[in-house]
């Protein structure tokens, strides 16, 4: 290296033609951002558009590169309408839908409860708050465990209220191959609308007193208030909060396995198990990977317009 | 976003005025609901302190009638994981044994790249953060495919490097495995919590410190670090508790005797031999709930944060 003249002036005052010390620390930082972005192009937009590939092969125990154009995508839209018998497919949509509108809507409306009924200034907040939210620490292969012993028939609920004298009480939801989602639903609703209402709550206390005043005094009444003038102001949170929860739902795999002890027979089937299933076990990689692009681009059309705003909007 | 909670009521405003019913009203259903939350927790302690005939005889609501500690006992040292019945003792140190260094990693590398993404912007640096971001929320069955067969011949070369130099340098290595894939995945929400966190710090500081000379590391540990302390502990809190919480992965990558804690505690609640005993599933359980529990306890507030911090970013 060619000795060069050290610049007397401190450092951040740059020498207009750009010296090598320059150089050398304005390259520092993108060496330390580098390895994690290369980690991330090739983990995640690397393996995406890898399963991509593979959807369009005919790959069965082991990935191959035998091309077979969209037959797999063919096949699953046919199995989107059979009904009778239902293909897994189409049982693992119509549960998805299910389990994903009961999950969202039971969480929205209980997360709200929470929310306003914790925030009229009442005492004791500091200890209801931390056990609507305790669920959340748990992983979903706890609460799915708690859940499927509570509500079994022979030990749980149904057992309890027998023992309480209403023995016509019947309730076996969880053993039931139909209703076994709904249970799934439960439990999903008991771990995460305490996040909700944490959302929710996080909101109202955002809000400005000084319209709730004006609101008072104007003679408004409190539930008029609410409906009028607080839920309006809160309408990006709902967003946030569907967002976030039907993500969730898209996602969530543990939970229907814990709950229901192994989706016997596929009963309780989501295109998260569904995937996993014909990839890992039925030998059929290709039509796994092909419900796995499916998925991926259900949360892409949920999520990217979303982040992108909320990008957006942070730098107005 | 400061350090206080992020719940806390700082609103000037008259207190609500409700009539007392009003009030009894809301009391009571705010307790209902608490009992409602709190019912599962219950039923999973009760029942893993009482003897197993007491559980399928007896009502789950009741007190434990001859108090034991004995399913505990078993559930940790001596129930059968798949065909070993050594309880589950081996695998909640295999999940340690994972969770700590993936935290310590993708803690300190979002860290960095949250103040580079703030304090060293670069043309494009928004959509590095874009594509960072949407890679928390993939859903991971569109990566597994290519992480197995990519975790396949990383555990072939292990085996190459085995025989040739009598180590695989953790090749192979199904801790090692797991490690890596949670750093991965759990790289855009560090860097999401750091970048949001940098970027209030004020930039004027990090300026002065140019001006004195201070080059790119020296300026992160002497001027960001010391003010970081609660960005680090939601951080640590939100990652510790994702990544000992995961069931997919662990499924998927780790097998046998190398599973995480959660695996193992699916396996053992899911046998299909013998009589289910459910006081020590019950226990089990609870094993694997309290690591995460207690830090939820310990540091709540910050536990509150990092969800938040992970759902709106606004």
Redo the contacts between chains.
């Keep these: 290296m060619t000795t060069t003249v050290e610049p007397i002036v ?3 005052v740059r020498s207009p033609h750009g010296g090598l010390r320059d150089r050398l ?2 390259l ?3 060496l ?2 580098a ?3 290369a ?3 090739f ?6 558009l ?2 991509v590939l ?1 959807s369009f092969t005919n790959s069965k125990a082991f ?1 191959n590169l035998n091309f077979i154009g969209f037959a797999n995508y063919q096949k699953l839209w046919n199995w989107t309408f059979q009904t009778d018998p239902p293909s897994n497919w189409y049982t693992a949509l119509v549960n998805m839908g299910l389990f994903g509108g009961l999950y969202v809507v039971f969480c929205l409306a ?1 997360g709200l ?2 929310a306003i ?6 005492r004791g907040e500091g200890i ?16 799915g ?6 509500l079994d028939p ?3 609920l149904e ?2 209220v027998h ?1 309480l004298g209403w023995s016509s009480f019947h309730f076996d939801w969880v053993v039931n191959p139909r209703m076994m989602i709904y249970c799934v639903a439960i439990a999903g609703v ?1 771990q995460t609308s ?2 909700v209402m ?2 929710f ?2 909101a109202l ?1 955002g ?3 000084e319209i ?2 004006a609101a ?1 005094i104007d003679g408004a009444s ?1 539930y008029a208030t609410y409906r009028r003038i607080v839920i309006p102001i809160m309408r ?2 709902f967003l ?2 569907i967002i ?1 929860l039907a ?1 969730m739902a ?2 969530s ?2 939970l229907v ?2 709950v229901t ?2 989706n016997p027979g596929g009963a309780a089937e989501l ?2 198990t569904f ?2 299933s014909y ?2 076990t039925r030998s059929q ?1 290709a039509v ?2 092909t ?3 499916i ?2 681009m259900t ?2 059309a949920i ?2 317009p979303y ?2 705003s ?2 957006r ?2 730098h107005r | 976003m400061t350090a206080t909670d ?11 005025r ?1 009539s007392t019913t009003t ?1 009894l009203v ?2 009571g ?3 209902l ?2 009992l ?6 219950v ?2 302690v009760m ?1 893993s302190l009482k003897p197993l005939d007491e ?2 005889g007896g ?3 009741y007190w434990p009638h001859d108090l034991t500690f004995a399913p505990w006992a078993e559930a940790w040292g001596t129930t059968c994981v798949g065909l070993t019945c050594a309880g589950i003792k081996g695998y909640f140190w295999n999940s340690i044994k994972m969770v700590v260094p993936a935290v310590i990693i993708s803690t300190l ?1 979002g860290a ?2 949250g ?3 703030t304090k ?1 912007r ?1 043309p494009g640096h ?1 959509l ?8 928390c ?11 197995a ?1 990519i975790l396949g011949k990383l555990g072939e070369f292990g085996r190459t490097l085995t025989d040739t130099i009598g180590v695989s340098l953790g090749f192979g290595n199904p801790t090692v495995n797991l490690v890596l894939v949670h ?3 759990g ?2 929400f560090t ?1 999401l919590f750091f970048r949001n966190y940098y970027e209030t710090f004020p930039t004027e500081l990090v ?1 002065a410190a ?4 201070a ?3 020296q300026i992160f540990r002497r001027v960001l670090l010391p003010n970081s302390a609660p960005i680090f502990i939601v951080t640590v809190i939100y990652q510790f ?1 994702n990544i ?5 992965f662990g499924a ?1 990558f780790a097998a046998g005797e190398a599973s995480p804690m ?1 695996v193992a ?2 396996n053992v ?2 046998t299909s031999t013998g009589v289910i005993e ?1 006081n020590v ?2 226990a089990a ?2 094993i ?2 309290a690591p ?2 207690l ?2 306890l310990l540091a ?1 507030r910050y ?2 944060r990092g ?2 911090a992970g ?4």
């Design positions: 401190a450092p951040a620390r304005d520092v930082p993108k330390v951002l390895p994690s972005f980690l991330v192009l983990f995640v937009y690397g393996f995406n890898w399963t593979l990935p209980l409860t929470l009924l914790l925030d009229q200034k009442i209801l708050r931390p056990i609507y939210l305790y669920p959340l620490a748990l992983s979903f292969i706890v609460t465990t708690a859940w499927k012993l509570f022979r030990l749980g057992k309890a023992d008991w305490g996040f944490a959302m709550l996080a206390r809000i400005d007193g709730l005043k008072q409190a990006p949170v946030s909060a976030v993500h898209i996602k795999y543990d396995l814990s002890g192994k295109p998260s995937m996993y990839t890992f990689m796994g990977s419900s796995a692009v998925m991926l949360i892409a999520m990217i982040l992108y909320e990008l909007e942070k | 992020v719940l806390s009521d700082s609103r000037v405003r008259e207190p609500a409700h009030r809301i009391y259903l705010l307790v609901f608490a409602v939350y709190l019912l599962p927790l039923v999973m029942t559980v399928t009502n789950m609501f590398l960095l790249n103040y580079v993404l060293w670069f928004k590095v953060f874009g594509m960072m971001l949407f890679a929320f993939i859903p991971f069955q569109s990566v597994l495919i290519p992480m067969t750093v991965v995945y790289l855009g860097t300026k140019m001006i004195d000379g080059g790119f590391f508790t000992w919480n995961d069931f997919l998927t959660t505690l699916y609640v899911n459910y599933n019950m359980a609870i694997a709930a995460t529990l830090v939820y709540g536990f509150v969800l938040m759902a709106v970013k606004g």
